[in-house]
């Protein structure tokens, strides 16, 4: 079973900065993508930045330029640095993952942690 433990939101002015962490537990030999999703009051879960095991990154325009993904593949740990936040930032962060090799089956998943809020307020 894997399971995936978020930390790091919480309130922050606007312009400054938070750093996520989204760690996967379990007996996990690899996790081909993990990633950030993120959900506003009212509004559809959207991506903000996924980072596959290889190394290659994708970014929703919104966040470009100010937030970077970064992952421990020997942790099964993904982070998200966010700088300049926005009042647009305020959402609830999801960690996502999908294709988890556990045990030596494969799982396509995908696999959502709790979420952590985060809040933009001067």
């Known amino acids: 079973q894997v399971q995936l433990v978020e930390s790091g939101g919480g309130l922050v002015q606007p312009g400054g900065s938070l750093r996520l962490s989204c760690a996967a537990s379990?007996?996990?030999?690899?996790?081909?993508?993990m990633g950030w999703y993120r959900q506003a009051p009212g509004e559809e879960r959207e991506l903000a930045a996924i980072?596959?095991?290889?190394?290659?990154?994708n970014y929703a325009d919104s966040v470009k330029d100010r937030f970077t993904i970064s992952r421990d593949n020997d942790k099964n740990t993904v982070y998200l640095q966010m700088n300049s936040l926005k009042p647009e930032d305020p959402a609830v962060y999801y960690c996502?993952?999908?294709?988890?090799?556990?045990?030596?089956?494969?799982?396509?998943?995908?696999?959502w942690g709790r979420g952590t809020p985060v809040t933009v307020s001067s």
């Open positions: 980072h596959t095991r290889t190394g290659s990154t």
């Open positions: 996502h993952a999908n294709g988890v090799t556990s045990m030596g089956v494969f799982y396509a998943g995908p696999y």
């Open positions: 379990g007996s996990i030999s690899s996790i081909n993508v």
